[in-house]
């Protein structure tokens, strides 16, 4: 017996929708820090994991293209990243990578930038230039405002390459926003009854928690974490300390400088760790929150920090 052309013409359709189904494979999604990695995994929930191209340890900033990166960036088919200014060894290779879609971030619409020369006004390197950092502040992904952003961006990315899953991307987005709200309405709490202590950190890399949160940090000790602080910039830096009386220094775990110690030597400094990679945050459900607020608890418990009795009532000041 013969199909007639209607029957034929609906099989042909549903063999297409069968193999197309069964085809949707998710994309392959890799993301140059860290950071990034724990937005993307919170927008691909129930569709697949995203995985991250630097190891915990190494710096973006001073990080070189290995063999092993290479085949890791090849075999992807969305890259996520933060912009030249960030991850130098990166334009070269993702130039050669036609098949592949790669998204800087700085360059997302409605992105915030802050200009490093804000930063030049009240420190002075003694390199005289900003190194790497280029004009702009390239820890983008230390606000909440700018993670929204960015978020956003990724999933309009997402949907292009796999529209299959769009309504699992979009929901997700919304549930990444909602928690987003709460972390900032908790940080802002945590900030606003926070003590006064000054603090100190070990890079110029919190510009944007700074921004988002009303922090004030009273002094960094190098603007890339990959180079010694001159001498003129320490020596600034130990009066800054010793006028403060009690302050905070947070150091980064990849990074524990002698400098620091000896500049703290015989003051009342307690030193805290602060991680602007999220090393040891698990991606998954609400990770980027945790992140932040981790930052924000280290950040504000230590302001909060009784002054010593031995201080309090002496007429040092
Ligand atoms: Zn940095």
Request: charged share 25%; hydrophobic share 40%.
């Amino acid at each position: 017996m013969q199909f007639s052309p209607i029957k034929r013409t609906l099989q042909a359709v549903l063999l297409l929708v069968a193999s197309a189904a069964a085809g949707a494979e998710p994309p392959e999604i890799l993301t140059s820090i860290k950071p990034l990695q724990l937005i993307a995994q919170e927008l691909t929930e129930g569709v697949t994991e995203v995985d991250v191209l630097l190891k915990p340890g190494s710096s973006p900033h001073s990080h070189s293209l290995k063999p092993s990166d290479a085949r890791k960036l090849k075999s992807a088919d969305v890259i996520f990243w933060v912009g030249p200014s960030m991850e130098a060894f990166l334009p070269k290779i993702l130039g050669g990578l036609k098949d592949t879609k790669s998204v800087a971030m700085m360059e997302a619409h409605g992105i915030n930038l802050r200009s490093m020369e804000e930063d030049d006004n009240h420190i002075h390197d003694d390199h005289g230039h900003a190194h790497d950092h280029d004009e702009y502040d390239p820890h983008i992904w230390l606000s909440t405002d700018n993670a929204r952003v960015m978020a956003k961006a990724m999933v309009k990315t997402l949907v292009s390459v796999d529209p299959a899953n769009k309504k699992q991307y979009e929901k997700n987005l919304e549930v990444f926003g909602q928690r987003l709200n709460q972390a900032d309405e908790d940080n802002l709490v945590k900030v606003k009854t926070a003590g006064t202590r000054p603090f100190f950190v070990f890079h110029n890399a919190y510009g944007y928690l700074e921004e988002q949160y009303g922090f004030q940090v009273a002094g960094f000790f190098t603007t890339n974490p990959d180079y010694q602080p001159g001498a003129n910039h320490l020596v600034q830096l130990q009066e800054k300390l010793q006028k403060a009386g009690s302050a905070c220094i947070f150091r980064e775990p990849q990074f524990q400088p002698a400098y620091i110690d000896r500049l703290s030597e015989g003051l009342d400094i307690e030193v805290g760790v602060l991680d602007p990679l999220a090393e040891d945050i698990e991606p998954g459900s609400d990770s980027y929150a945790r992140f932040i607020n981790s930052m924000v608890d280290t950040i504000t418990d230590c302001l909060q920090e009784p002054l010593p009795e031995s201080l309090l009532g002496s007429s040092a000041g």
